[in-house]
Nanobody, 126 residues
Framework: EVQLVESGGGLVQAGGSLRLSCAAS????????IGWFRQAPGKEREGVSR????????YYAGSVKGRFTISSDNPKNTVYLQMNSLKPDDTAVYYC???????????????????WGQGTQVTVSS
């Protein structure tokens, strides 16, 4: 059974930090890329970051570069998203997703991913 479980969301003031976790099970973790997406009310789901579990390569959306860091603990089949200097427009439900043989050029396309978690709410107050 494939499962992705996000945790670590919550309410934080602007300028604060949160660390999200994505725990994966039911598939060969090292064969997949793991991405973080977010969706705010009334907006489309957007790619935030991605990491390859086999070579560790990372990508970020321009809106979060320099503030967010993605990392992977392969023995624990877990990916993290460290979010610093949070802004109110970071408020969204954050999802992790897994993609097999993901091409670099489409890392931020939600339809390229095979498995999804249930999401965790991040709210940043002004």
């Amino acid at each position: 059974e494939v499962q992705l479980v996000e945790s670590g969301g919550g309410l934080v003031q602007a300028g604060g930090s949160l660390r999200l976790s994505c725990a994966a099970s039911g598939f060969t973790f090292d064969d997949y890329a793991i991405g973080w997406f977010r969706q705010a009310p009334g907006k489309e789901r957007e790619g935030v970051s991605r990491i390859s579990s086999n070579d560790g390569s990372t990508y970020y959306a321009g809106s979060v570069k320099g503030r967010f860091t993605i990392s992977s603990d392969n023995p624990k089949n877990t990916v993290y998203l460290q979010m610093n200097s949070l802004k109110p427009d970071d408020t969204a439900v954050y999802y992790c997703a897994a993609a097999l043989h993901l091409r670099v050029g489409v890392w931020d396309r939600w339809y390229e991913y095979d498995y999804w978690g249930q999401g965790t709410q991040v709210t940043v107050s002004s």
